[in-house]
Nanobody, 126 residues
């Protein structure tokens, strides 16, 4: 069974940092475009960050630019999300996702991803 598993979430004070990791089981997602999304209670799932299959291109939602960094190590875990200067409004369940085709460009829409993790809770206290 193909799975993406997020880890690294938790409770942090405003201004703090967390590093999320996304590991794959059942298959490898090396060189597949991947992304991070989040969903807060009562809100729709929203795009956070994306990375191309090679890792050479990244992009971010405006509300995390300059604070979050997406990266990947195609030899180990597929993708990371370094989150700095966290704000209470960053509180959400964070999901990693993988596209279905290798070596593609970045994806921005949830429907462009075929594989999803179960999510990890990030809570930022004020």
């Amino acid at each position: 069974q193909v799975q993406l598993v997020e880890s690294g979430g938790g409770l942090v004070q405003a201004g703090g940092s967390l590093r999320l990791s996304c590991a794959a089981s059942g298959r490898t997602f090396s060189n597949y475009p991947m992304g991070w999304f989040r969903q807060a209670p009562g809100k729709e799932r929203e795009f956070v960050a994306a990375i191309s299959g090679s890792g050479s291109s990244t992009d971010y939602a405006d509300f995390v630019k300059g604070r979050f960094t997406i990266s990947r190590d195609n030899a180990k875990n597929p993708v990371y999300l370094q989150m700095n200067s966290l704000k209470p409004e960053d509180t959400a369940v964070y999901y990693c996702a993988a596209a279905s085709m290798k070596f593609g460009s970045m994806r921005y829409r949830a429907e462009d991803y075929s594989y999803w993790g179960q999510g990890t809770q990030v809570t930022v206290s004020s």
